[in-house]
Every structure is written in C-alpha cells, then in structure tokens.
C-alpha cells in the first residue's frame, strides 16, 4: 500500500487529453510540492514535472501538473503512442521523513 | 551533462550484503542529494534514502536498520549497503540526483539505468 494513491490504470485514445490523480495526506502533499516522473517500458524513470507544475527543460508542454490540498494531477493533452508509459507521483513526507511515491498509473494509448 | 552509472553485483545470496555504487561522471557532486530507489519486478518505486555531498544521510523508515549510504565526493561516487537481504530485496536498483535547496524541491533531474539485482543461493 503506497502512501501517496493512485488509480492503477488510465487510457485514452490519441489527440485525447488525459489526467492522472494523486491523493495524499496533510504530512506529504498538503505541505509539500510534488513530482511527476515518467517511465516508459524497460528504461529509468524520467523527471516529468517537478514544484507541482514546472516542466524541466525539455519536457512537451503537453505535460501539466497542478496541486490543490492533499490532491495533486498530472494532465496529457495530445494524446501519443509514444506517452504510453508509467507514470508516478512523488513527494516528501513529514511523517516518515523520506520520499514517498505514488503505486505507479499505467497509461495505455488506445 | 551530468550522467550516473549503477555497478555491484547482480546476484546476492540470501543473508549477505547487498552492494552498489554509483559513478558520477560529467559533473560535482557538491550541492546535491544523491538517492537510491529500488523496483521490484512488476511493481512501483520505493525510496531507499539519500545523502548530501557533505555525508549527512536519510533512509526509508522501513529500511532504516540494514541501510547505509555512503559518498566519496573526492572520487565522485556514493554506494549502497543493504545487508541481512531476502528474496524481498530482489530489484532493479536506481541511483538519481535529488535537487533540494532549502524547502524547494526540483525532483530526481537524472538517474542512473538501473542495475537489476537478484537475491538467491
């Protein structure tokens, strides 16, 4: 069971937009910024969206984050064959004093 | 840029220590946390730790008692020891730059390709 909570899975079709959630907890995401990191099959994971909602050089701008509370989203606008991939929140957590990560939502592009 | 590389090796027999290093190359290491992060087959991310170029460390509660992470700024490289392991401990292991100033947090900005580690006798 992760700390941070995600929907295991997510599909659109391409062109679509799509949004992927992430719940937490006053300890984490109340009071601390998220991350979004993208793994595509069989590679390492890939900083996507760091601060809630900054694109790293680099990153499409059809990548956004937002936060709000103890939720933070994750929407791909554009939908490609190539954003299949595996997409995880991240977060420090007061409590635990450490990183904590979301399950992971698989993306499939329909 | 930047790059990070995961060496150590990639079977481990149950009860022994696990140990990794990972080689920066292409940058300093000062200013910067350096993390471990495992995956196991199948399943998501899990945080080890990290420690600041300066040596201060911080583990996951739930590893605490068999980890130590380690820096040699000098030779710019950190390692990982994680002992008393079980087939539980079998996964790809990361290692990533972790930028924090202050309360910012900028993320894991580069990682390392992962180095599958198998624990079996």
């Known amino acids: 069971q992760s700390v941070l909570t995600q929907p295991p899975s997510a599909s659109g079709t391409p062109g679509q937009r799509v949004t992927i959630s992430c719940s937490g907890s006053?300890?984490?995401?109340?009071?601390?910024?998220v991350n979004w990191y993208q793994q595509l099959p069989g590679t390492a994971p890939k900083l996507l969206i760091y601060s809630n909602d900054q694109r790293p050089s680099g990153v499409s701008d059809r990548f956004s984050g937002s936060k709000s509370g103890t939720s933070s989203s994750l929407a791909i606008s554009g939908l490609q064959s190539e954003d299949e991939a595996d997409y995880y929140c991240?977060?420090?957590?007061?409590?635990?004093?450490?990183?904590?990560f979301g399950g992971g939502t698989k993306l499939t592009v329909l | 840029q930047v790059q990070l590389q995961e060496s150590g090796p990639g079977l481990v027999k149950p009860s022994e220590t696990l140990s990794l290093t990972c080689t920066v190359s292409?940058?300093?290491?000062?200013?910067?946390?350096w993390s471990w992060i495992r995956q196991p087959p199948g399943k998501g991310l899990e945080w080890i730790g990290y420690?600041?170029?300066?040596?201060?460390?911080k583990y996951n509660p739930s590893l605490k008692s068999r980890v130590i992470i380690s820096v040699d700024t000098a030779n710019t490289y950190f390692s990982l020891r994680l002992r008393s392991v079980t087939a539980a401990d079998t996964a790809v292991y990361y290692c990533?730059?972790?930028?924090?100033?202050?309360?910012?947090?900028?993320?894991?900005?580069?990682w390392g390709q992962g180095t599958t580690v198998t624990v079996s006798s």
């Open positions: 420690i600041y170029y300066s040596g201060s460390t």
């Open positions: 006053r300890s984490n995401l109340k009071t601390n910024t």
């Open positions: 292409g940058g300093s290491m000062n200013s910067y946390y």
């Open positions: 990533a730059r972790d930028v924090r100033r202050g309360y910012f947090d900028y993320g894991m900005d580069v």
């Open positions: 991240a977060a420090w957590d007061d409590s635990l004093n450490g990183v904590v």
